[in-house]
């Protein structure tokens, strides 16, 4: 007797029909459809990222177009004929799977068109699903762009990319395009949820929320994970296994570590710090969480996009109303500051996110220069007197001969540091880090005086004046990154 082999689940609950594809019914309406109403395109694309059913939605729709059980392409294949089954096995000679990474010459997308003419053996159809296209050369895309132009009734292209930007418009414009959306995690529970009735298995509400939190919307990434967990765990799937399997934090803790840096409750970060590290959790990974928490509540407090950000609706509400709480500056500080945390654990994830907050600073510029700007300013007006110099603009100058004894800029701030001296100390930095210059530019004095006397600052400083106190708040939350 044959002994059951055992399957990874993702492959063991592959769809084997368009109803059963979770969280893309908008392509599979317009696949039944296009079947159904006998408009069958020679040429898809499939986009969207990995692990979220393309592959999967291509060979039903391969077996819709050859299934043997009917006299015509069907929306419900059988499954069981001869066609069916070797398509759902990747065995059908008429169904023929091309890796575009590693078969990206031209002489394979001329070994396709030395084939495509041959009338299928058995189907209906010859399919060619090219997976990862974008990797093709330039001279594949050229000579699938032949193909393409020209071909055979018989033979159908579906395409499949996790990069569409790669592909040429050349190309794109001769497809039908279907973009593949990340699955929601409701969505992923009820599909999580039927595979574990299969198997005989539960898993609390919140375990399976957990899951398909971490999966980010794909469907494989949600199954292989409830793969490990199902032999992880002997009875009832908890909360704290997925969160022990996949070594992350409760994201509780990382809501209860953001609270208490806007409460400036520092007894409170040390306390989640002495939990994490209690629980055995790998400290840089956790930074990384932290990294990724705050990055989040930058982006969303940038732009509207809720596809930057792979949380669950329920979630993004809550990311949403914290970054209110937050001045823009503040959050791009933090981000920047966990970043550097990160810099020597040398993580892809800490290196985009500190690019993203690099980003986001270079178009924010006029906003905190402009805040500086102020800061200078009030100082000044509070004094009644004129602009003082950046530190780093006087010591830039030590060949110069010392200024007469009047009130010029450099003496008034150091005859007086209880007043300018603090804004003076802001500049430093620039000085000590040539990178931070890009945000901290050294101003000429003769600039700052000009600046000052724009009518356009003054009205800007009336907008601001509410906010000043206000960013001072954060930028003490955020650490003192001007004693660096
Ligand atoms: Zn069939």
New binding site residues.
Partial sequence: MAEKQYQVLARKWRPQQFDDVVGQDHITRTLRNAIASGRIHHAFLFIGSRGIGKTTTARILA?ALN???YETPTVT?????E??RSISEGSNIDVIEIDGASNNGVDDVRDIRDHIRMVPTSGRYKIYIIDEVHQLSSGAFNALLKTLEEPPSHAIFILATTEAHKIPATIISRCQRYDFRRVPARQLMGLLRKVLDQEGRHASDEALYAIARAAEGGVRDAESILDELITYCEGEIACQDVFDVLGLVDWHLLHNLCDAILDKDVGRMLVIVEEVVAAGKDLSQFVQEILRYFRNLLVSKTVQDADLIHLPEEELEEVRGRARRFTLTGLIRLVEQFAELTSGFDSQIAQRIALEALLIRISKAGVEISVDTVLEKILTLEQGGTVAPPISAQEERPSKPPDPPRAGPANRARAAPAGPARIVSDTPRAAANPESSLYYPTVNPEDARTVMQDPGVAELLEAFKGRIADIRRSTATTGNVESK
């Fill in positions: 077996k299934c043997l059980s294949p059988c499954g069981t004929c066609n069916c």
